[in-house]
């Protein structure tokens, strides 16, 4: 299912990767903040919400990265460039990505920033969505968000703008090891 998932979200602009561990995974999290300009100001910096992915991890040593913050509030997500989240599902027939997103610090750092990092269990990844439906119960999910690739609308003329309602980029890491293989 990882495959028919990642060739989804590929065709909706979203970029797709996947790693066995979590420490691979932070690696390349963190290589790819660098690499597109992560600074400690406005416009420039992370802010990473509390997730299962940062459980077991030296968050002092991730705290010490300039630039990078795990405070959210409005204030800060409305000027954060990367945005950062645990999804809790894949649905491999549409490409998109699902949370319970009762907590609003999951929102506000996967809609608000620029460039959205999604981390998401490979072992999350369902057929489709009454897959999903069978687990979520209203009950424990006030709030389920739903997302399809970067932001993008299209005007009444066809032109394809994105990043207007949300991120212009998603990036989907995969790993194995906060919950099984495909």
Not at 66 to 94: N, Y
Request: aromatic fraction near 8%.
């Amino acid at each position: 299912m990882y495959q028919q998932f990642k060739t989804r979200a590929e065709g909706v602009s979203a970029e797709v990767y996947r790693f066995k561990t979590k420490a691979a995974a932070r690696a390349h999290v963190i290589e790819f903040l660098h690499a597109e300009g992560l600074a400690d100001e406005p416009d420039s910096f992370a802010l990473w919400a509390d997730c299962p992915f940062l459980d077991g991890m030296d968050l002092g040593a991730l705290k010490g990265i300039a630039g990078l913050k795990f405070e959210v509030t409005c204030e800060l997500a409305s000027t954060a460039r990367f945005g950062i989240s645990q999804m809790e599902w894949a649905l491999a027939d549409t490409g998109s990505l699902a949370q319970n997103s009762t907590a609003i610090e999951q929102r506000l750092v996967s809609s608000l920033s620029t460039i959205h990092i999604a981390l998401v269990p490979t072992s999350g990844i369902l057929p489709d969505m009454p897959a999903l439906l069978s687990r979520v119960h209203p009950k424990e999910c006030a709030y389920l968000a739903m997302i399809t690739g970067p932001s993008r609308t299209a005007d009444i003329e066809r032109v394809l703008t994105i990043g207007v309602h949300g991120p212009e980029r998603l990036i989907i890491v995969f790993v194995d090891d906060l919950g099984g293989t495909d």
